[in-house]
């Protein structure tokens, strides 16, 4: 059964960084995109980045582009989420997920992700 344990949230201020973690298990995910979404109160669930786990090819919205690195270790099978100038904006719950078995680039719809991690909270205060 596929797992997906974010950690690493927290409170910052603006112009601050945090590093999320996703540790992965359950399959094999050498096939499978790997997203992070955020969801602030009121709002839509929202992409934020994603990685394919085989070549590691990413993808950013222009929102977080330039602030924000996914990245993947292969043999922690952990995804991470640097980032750096956060913005009261960037606050929200931060879920990890995993597009299984993914066949053409990156999805960023929630919709085509097929598990999803707990969340864990990030507050960027002014």
């Known amino acids: 059964q596929v797992q997906l344990v974010e950690s690493g949230g927290g409170s910052v201020q603006t112009g601050g960084s945090l590093r999320l973690s996703c540790a992965a298990s359950?399959?094999?995910?050498?096939?499978?995109?790997m997203g992070w979404f955020r969801q602030a109160p009121g709002k839509e669930r929202e992409f934020v980045a994603a990685?394919?786990?085989?070549?590691?090819?990413?993808y950013y919205p222009d929102s977080v582009k330039g602030r924000f690195t996914i990245s993947r270790d292969n043999a922690k099978n952990t995804v991470y989420l640097q980032m750096t100038s956060l913005k009261p904006e960037d606050t929200g719950v931060y879920y990890c997920?995993?597009?299984?078995?993914?066949?053409?680039?990156?999805?960023?719809?929630?919709?085509?992700?097929?598990?999803w991690g707990q969340g864990t909270q990030v507050t960027v205060s002014s």
């Open positions: 990685i394919r786990w085989s070549g590691g090819s990413t």
């Open positions: 359950g399959r094999t995910f050498s096939r499978d995109v």
């Open positions: 997920a995993a597009d299984i078995a993914a066949a053409y680039g990156i999805e960023i719809g929630p919709d085509q992700y097929d598990y």
